[in-house]
């Protein structure tokens, strides 16, 4: 799947594999630590004649697929400003609370 992201260029070529952590990695999302054992999602590519990998935790990856499933073009790095975003939007609110709510509370 491709995809353009403004003023980001689309990768040459990239792969995403999920793994489980043999040692620690930083998630270049959030910035929190992914312990040895934990799983998470590592992104590896070339973009603009550089290669580059990166290793986004589960929650992130979560955040990430649910946008690209609204629509969005998610550049690496800058998550949390696209999920601010469309946090805004009203009907998008409802939904994630509609999906996440156990027992007629939401988590």
């Not at 799947?1 to 998630?27: I, Q």
């Not at 630590?33 to 590592?42: A, F, K, L, R």
């Not at 969005?72 to 409802?94: F, I, K, P, S, T």
Request: hydrophobic share 25%; net charge negative.
């Amino acid at each position: 799947m491709s995809c353009y992201c403004g003023d980001a260029s689309a990768p040459e070529f990239h792969r995403v594999t999920s793994r489980v952590a043999r040692r620690a990695h930083r998630c270049c999302e959030c910035g929190d630590v992914i312990e040895p054992g934990e799983t998470y999602s590592e992104t590896a590519g070339k973009w603009d004649r550089e290669f580059a990998t990166f290793a986004t935790c589960d929650c992130c990856q979560w955040q990430r697929d649910y946008l690209v499933e609204l629509g969005h073009c998610v550049v690496y790095g800058e998550l949390e400003e696209d999920w601010n975003d469309e946090w805004e939007n009203a009907e998008w609110q409802r939904k994630w609370h509609e999906e996440h709510r156990q027992g007629g509370q939401t988590q």
